[in-house]
């Protein structure tokens, strides 16, 4: 309130009794600050100041005050009775009496238990060092055992495989002592012996239909030879270097196809033929060895690869070996022959 009404100067430095001391000083007429003290005594004490308000007489206030001094409400009675218009000068002397020896009696108790809270201090105090050298000796037998558990722990797991291991082969033994084991083993052994025999005569079986299909395959071999020389020497005209329905020349061009599915090769690899060129596959590491793929970009001048189906450890490497090389390298949308047709054209 002293801030808001700008009252004192240096009030930050000002202890409580100064303060006070102002406030009763600046009060002593009318004016901003008791208007505001008035109205915040008002507001804190309405309870009280509204009891004493249904008082008409001296001592129907003086009963009112020793009601509220029975039940302990003194702040308030006390500000409802010294403003009240009924207010005596009999009342008013037994009032500021009664409440000024209370402060006497306030005091008193308040320096006994100032001694009981000093005296409880030193004994809190006291207490605080015991409790904590009792938790520093708990702690250090704490860290102790948990260093032996540890200790044990390791221990145990130590000792754990080799004795899962001794009951495995304590079993083990039993079974073989107890002829079960031995008699399955047995049986297990000449099963096998069957299975083998007739494996071998199974063998002897396929390699006889081997070398009959060996016979038959050498036959129809000649004889296609010999079909194919009498369609030469009966042919009107020599074999075309290019096919009719090639859209463009290759000229001799070696395309690598890096990637994409075997089935489609061969076509795209005939596709290149017609067209004077050569192809040249590698599927990217799938099957066949990721360390020949160097050898294949060495011997293409165009290569192609669809990448939705390649691997992408390929793909680096072809773009670092072409870009070394100056190599041209085209990316497919798809395996799809259709995108290799597409795109051939390009080269």
């Known amino acids: 309130m002293a801030k808001r009404l700008g009252l004192f100067h240096g009030i930050d430095q000002m202890t409580d009794y100064e303060l006070h001391g102002a406030f009763v ?4 007429n009318r004016n901003r600050a008791s208007s505001a003290v008035q109205k915040l005594l008002e507001t804190n004490h309405a309870g009280a100041v509204r009891k004493a308000s249904r008082c008409h007489s001296e001592e129907e206030l003086s009963a009112f005050w020793d009601r509220e001094v029975a039940e302990g409400q003194i702040a308030g009675a006390f500000w409802a009775v010294m403003s009240h218009v009924h207010l005596g000068g009999a009342l008013e002397v037994r009032v500021f009496g009664e409440v000024h020896m209370m402060s006497h009696l306030c005091g008193a ?123 030469a020497e009966a042919s009107p005209y020599p074999a075309r270097a290019c096919a009719d329905d090639c859209p463009f020349n290759l000229e001799g061009r070696c395309i690598a196809y890096i990637g994409g599915r075997p089935r489609t090769v061969s076509r795209m690899r005939d596709l290149v033929e017609r067209c ?60 799809s022959y259709s995108s290799f047709a597409s795109e051939l054209a390009r080269v």
């Open 276 to 335: 004077r060129g050569s192809l040249i596959h590698h599927d990217g590491g799938a099957e066949q060895s990721a360390e020949t793929l160097d050898g294949v970009l060495v011997r293409a001048d165009v290569v192609m690869f669809p990448v939705d189906c390649v691997s992408h450890t390929a793909v680096e490497k072809l773009k670092t070996v072409c870009g070394r090389m100056n190599k041209t390298y085209l990316p497919l949308s798809s395996a």
């Open 25 to 28: 000083h600046v009060l002593s």
């Open 109 to 231: 108790s308040h320096r006994g238990d100032a001694r009981a809270r000093s005296l409880a201090e030193q004994q809190c105090a006291a207490l605080a060092r015991r409790l904590e050298e009792a938790n520093a000796g708990h702690l250090e037998t704490l860290a102790a055992r948990d260093r032996e558990i540890e200790r044990l722990s390791r221990l145990v797991s130590s000792i754990e495989p080799f004795v899962r291991e001794t009951a495995t082969l304590r079993a083990r033994v039993a079974e073989l002592e107890g002829g079960e084991e031995l008699a399955r083993l047995d049986h297990r052994a000449d099963e096998l012996a069957r299975r083998l025999d007739l494996a071998l005569r199974r063998n002897d079986h396929l390699a006889a239909e081997i070398d009959a299909l060996t016979s038959q395959v050498a036959v129809a071999e000649t004889r296609i030879g010999n079909l194919t020389d009498q369609l």
